[in-house]
Nanobody, 124 residues
Framework: QVQLVESGGGLVQAGGSLRLSCAAS????????MGWFRQAPGKEREFVAA????????YKSDSVKGRFTISRDNAKNTIYLQMNSLNPEDTAVYYC?????????????????WGQGTQVTVSS
């Protein structure tokens, strides 16, 4: 069982930056692939980025490549999403998720545990 708690969301102007954190409970955190998803009002949940158990492999959606960075610190049971050059299209609730799979996945159905989400709002 893994419990996830996101933090770091807020209101930022276009072009600004935010760093999201996701703290996980459980001793087996390092075994999980971790991902970030987001959901804007009226839209489906969208994959943002994911990282494998060691942090040595990451994958990001085309919409955030070059702007967002995902990382993890297994000693702190925490993953991060550094978001730079934010634009209004990035406005959404951002969710942290954990997958017991050995491989990175972009499909939300492959993730077993979810946080409650944190709101990110980018003003123009």
């Amino acid at each position: 069982q893994v419990q996830l708690v996101e933090s770091g969301g807020g209101l930022v102007q276009a072009g600004g930056s935010l760093r999201l954190s996701c703290a996980a409970s459980g001793r087996t955190f390092s075994r999980y692939v971790m991902g970030w998803f987001r959901q804007a009002p009226g839209k489906e949940r969208e994959f943002v980025a994911a990282i494998n158990w060691s942090g040595g492999s990451t994958y990001k959606s085309d919409s955030v490549k070059g702007r967002f960075t995902i990382s993890r610190d297994n000693a702190k049971n925490t993953i991060y999403l550094q978001m730079n050059s934010l634009n209004p299209e990035d406005t959404a609730v951002y969710y942290c998720a954990a997958s017991a799979s050995a491989y990175i996945s972009t499909r939300y159905s492959n993730y077993d545990y979810w946080g409650q989400g944190t709101q990110v709002t980018v003003s123009s």
